[in-house]
């Protein structure tokens, strides 16, 4: 099956700054995630999306994350006021079933994301 | 909160060896899911395992469930320098769908 896409692949900016990172899932899923890697670490969940409301979230998904699907194609991830330590790859996955129920969660390439 | 150990870290070994990597927990996942890594790269699915006892066999891979659903296995045979990466496991907890992964295990094979 197809995997997601994201975008932009690289990202670099300055702490403070807001940055929203997206990704394109094929529309008639319904399961979402975001997970983050910072270098060299393992692989972190962040937040899971279901049928266009948070359905999971982890403790590093505080006040400063959100995450939306506006236009009902695009799922995007917002970071309101970026610090140091959230330089990381931010991976996007979808579910593996249409009607829901994850089991598989397929990746997306990832965006790197620098602050400095 | 659901942790998975993963051993070895690292592993390099001479094409045309035998390699087992093993994921374990001291929780129960409703499934599990080995991945494989390339640098600057997202996870690319291997395979899922959902039954306890399951084996699946994708070519030279061999992937096992342990019975309690605590611990799973990778192996494979004849190992060749294409399967130099990092492998990760990741499980899925039983509350929620999010997955919890291991810390990975870097393979080298050697020609």
């Known amino acids: 099956e197809p995997e997601v896409t994201q975008t932009p692949s690289h990202q670099v900016t300055q702490m403070g700054q807001e940055v929203i990172l997206r990704c394109v899932p094929i529309?008639?899923?319904?399961?979402f995630y975001w997970y983050r890697q910072i270098l060299g670490q393992k692989v972190e969940f962040l937040v899971s999306?279901?049928?266009?409301?948070?359905?999971?979230k982890s403790e590093i998904f505080d006040d400063q994350f959100s995450v939306e699907r506006p236009d009902g194609s695009n799922f995007t991830l917002k970071i309101r006021s970026t610090k140091l330590e959230d330089s990381a790859m931010y991976f996007c996955a979808r579910g593996g079933g249409v009607s829901g129920g994850s089991e598989t969660q397929y990746f997306g390439p990832g965006t790197r994301l620098l602050v400095l | 909160t659901q942790l998975l150990e993963q051993s070895p870290q690292f592993l390099s070994i001479q094409e045309g060896e035998n390699l087992t990597v093993y994921c374990n927990s001291s929780s129960v996942f409703s499934s599990l899911q080995w991945y494989r890594q390339e640098p600057g790269e997202g996870p690319v699915l291997l395979v899922t395992v959902v039954t306890g006892g399951e084996v699946k066999k994708l070519k030279r891979l061999t992937f096992q469930f342990g019975d309690a659903r605590k611990d799973s296995s990778l192996h494979i045979t004849a190992a060749q320098p294409g399967d130099t990466g990092l492998y990760l496991c990741?499980?899925?907890?039983?509350?929620?769908?999010?997955?919890?992964f291991g810390g990975g295990t870097r393979l080298m094979v050697k020609p």
């Open positions: 990741a499980g899925e907890g039983n509350a929620g769908n999010m997955l919890t």
């Open positions: 529309s008639n899923h319904l399961y």
């Open positions: 999306f279901y049928n266009n409301e948070i359905s999971e």
